[in-house]
Structures are given as C-alpha cells and as structure tokens.
C-alpha cells in the first residue's frame, strides 16, 4: 500500500511540473496515465467462469 502511495505521489508531482511548463501536455498525460492505471486495475480482477456467464443469458 506504501509503494501504491508513493507512486501516486510521484505521478502527482511529475505532473505538476509538466503543467508548470506546458498545460495541455500534463493533461494529455494525465489521461494517458488514467488509462494505463485503469488497464492495470482490470488486469488483476478474475474474470468469470464462461459457464457462469452462459447461466446468466439464459435467466435473462
């Protein structure tokens, strides 16, 4: 959790000196950042049984 933090902080900082030289390039980045951080997160869910998945398209 410490190590998560700390990269967080370091993306935080990193920005803010981006922004400092050239706005439109720390938001640029910043959403590049954002996407890279979702694919990390979907990356370590587990995904479903397909079994699972064919039950819930016959209930519906």
């Known amino acids: ?8 902080a370091f993306v935080l900082v990193f920005l803010a000196g981006v922004a400092l030289v ?9 959403g590049l950042l954002g996407v890279v951080a979702v694919e990390r997160v979907s990356v370590r869910r587990p995904l479903a ?12």
Do not use: D
Request: hydrophobic share 60%.
């Open 22 to 30: 050239f706005v439109p390039a720390a938001l640029i980045i910043g």
């Open 49 to 60: 049984p397909v079994s699972e998945l064919r039950g819930r398209r016959s209930a519906a």
């Open 1 to 8: 959790m410490k190590l998560l933090l700390l990269e967080v």
